[in-house]
């Protein structure tokens, strides 16, 4: 494990300075924004980030992965510089989900890898279960691929979302503006709402996640992000979802990560596990590191990472 370590940090001064290029793809609503690595031939890698989060979350894990692999790293709706969804338009993940279809059948992939951070990873569950034949390798970094709800708790969640809702749109209706910051308040306070973020992850995610102002700087995202998630799963619909996985899988969790922080309901990811563990296809692995893991010590992950992507075209190819 030193060794990869050592070979890893070896990587990052030979490729730190590999270049992004912009990707723009129209939808309906606007477009959808993100980054892309690698040549155009390459292993077709899809990268989703996680809650407010952006593409800028895979900025230095991209650049120890394979130079030949196509890395593409989107902004979500509403999140970077992809547009938010249409007023009076509910955040969800089944929306989510369809975001990505629409973007692997502009890019032309037919089969192809995720890799998905947290809310990301929920995302790359569920389309690797509704779209099982397309995804080759999945990797969950600190995520179950899924997050069930309590179903004793939806008809709360539906009112506290609503009501949300109701409260953003009165707020637009009267012409509140935005809130301007300069760039450090902005710094102080994505740091204040994301305490395990380094401040060289922070300086990434601002890149796609503050435009200018009068006066300053505003955030990108779209605040509706934050509002209750009005459409949840229960356990039993995460796992007949999971068991339609036909992907290898990788579950990388970090051990001061989402367990401490975003906790799932009691019992359910001690259910998802064993339905990952039990499964010939899946890895589970812990890594010490926090939530953010793969942006501040992306050489913890970026070996672990690259030796299952192989060995899973190693497997794929011998089937």
């Known amino acids: 494990m030193i060794q990869a370590l050592n070979g890893a940090r070896q990587l990052a001064t030979a490729t730190m300075k590999r270049t992004a290029t912009e990707l723009r793809l129209p939808v309906p609503w606007g477009e959808m924004r993100g980054q892309v690595w690698g040549p155009e031939e390459g292993r077709p890698v899809l990268c989703l980030h996680g809650w407010a989060d952006n593409s800028g979350s895979f900025n230095t894990l991209i650049p120890l992965l394979p130079q030949e692999w196509r890395c593409v790293a989107l902004d979500m709706a509403g999140h970077g510089l992809s547009s938010p969804r249409p007023s009076g338009v509910f955040y969800t993940f089944p929306a989510y989900v369809a975001d990505v279809r629409r973007v692997v059948e502009a890019l032309q992939w037919k089969r192809f890898s995720i890799l998905g951070h947290s809310m990301g990873g929920n995302v790359a569950g569920m389309f690797s279960a509704v779209f099982p034949e397309m995804v080759e390798a999945l990797v969950l970094l600190d995520s179950y691929g899924f997050y069930p709800t309590n179903t004793k708790e939806l008809p709360d969640i539906l009112k506290q979302g609503m009501e949300e809702m109701m409260q953003v749109e009165k707020r637009d209706s009267e012409g509140k503006k935005e809130k301007i910051y300069t760039h450090q308040k902005a710094m102080q306070r994505l740091m204040a709402a994301n ?113 299952f992507l192989l060995s899973a075209t190693d497997s794929t190819a011998k089937l």
């Open 195 to 307: 305490p395990q973020l380094t401040e060289q992850s922070a300086q990434h995610l601002l890149e796609r996640g503050l435009r200018e102002a009068e006066g300053g700087f505003v955030f990108t995202r779209d605040l509706r992000i934050n509002l209750k998630n009005v459409t949840r799963i229960s356990l039993e619909q995460s796992l007949e979802l999971q068991s339609r996985i036909q992907a290898r899988v990788l579950v990388l969790m970090a051990e001061a990560g989402l367990n401490k922080l975003f906790p799932p309901p009691e019992g359910c990811s001690e259910s998802l596990m064993n339905g990952y563990q039990n499964s010939k296809n899946m890895k589970v692995m812990t890594v010490p590191g926090d939530h953010h893991i793969h942006m501040n010590q992306p050489e913890v992950v970026a070996p672990i990472i690259t030796d």
